[in-house]
């Protein structure tokens, strides 16, 4: 590849991202799975486990999500939850014409509803994920999320 269309590839993929996290935060699962690869594999076990005490402040997010299709509009907000999600910096690497891989360091927050344990959840750490084009549309493949922290107010 050419280093324009290398620039074009990480640029488009920064969107991607963004288009990601204002899906989740939105509940617009639609917008979520137009950002999928149809066989995409999002593994979101212990996402909310803090590293250093083993806590999981949230063990029902604790699943893998196998293809598009398994992503439901019936998100976070449905629950009562406000998610937000920030993404900070990404060292991505396009690792040929059609696949890229990247880490992007992130904060996120679950404001919880009335009543819960927590009034807020607040996560820090980074989402590991890769990508692949078909056709001309680069797609998320794979997600996993480590955390450096998470805290339970």
């Known amino acids: 590849m050419k280093n324009d269309e290398i620039l074009q590839a990480i640029e488009t993929i920064k969107k991607l991202k963004a288009r990601y996290f204002r899906g989740v935060d939105t509940g617009d699962g639609q917008l979520v799975r ?3 690869a149809e066989d995409c594999m999002l593994d979101y076990r212990g996402c909310f486990t803090d590293p250093t005490t083993k806590k999981d402040f949230f063990p029902a997010l604790n699943m893998v999500l196998n293809g598009k299709d398994s992503w439901s509009d019936v998100g976070l907000a449905a629950s009562g939850i406000v998610s ?3 993404g900070h910096t990404a060292e991505i ?3 040929s014409e059609h696949s890229a891989s990247a880490i992007w360091s992130m ?3 679950l404001f919880m509803p009335q009543g819960s344990t927590y009034h807020q959840l607040r996560g820090f750490g980074y ?3 890769t990508y692949e084009k078909i056709d ?3 797609q998320l493949k794979t997600l996993r999320i480590s955390r450096i922290r998470v805290e339970g107010l």
């Open 34 to 36: 137009d950002i999928l």
């Open 127 to 129: 989402y590991h994920e």
């Open 107 to 109: 904060t996120d927050r």
């Open 93 to 95: 690497d396009i690792t």
């Open 84 to 86: 937000v999600h920030q």
């Open 136 to 138: 001309t549309q680069w």
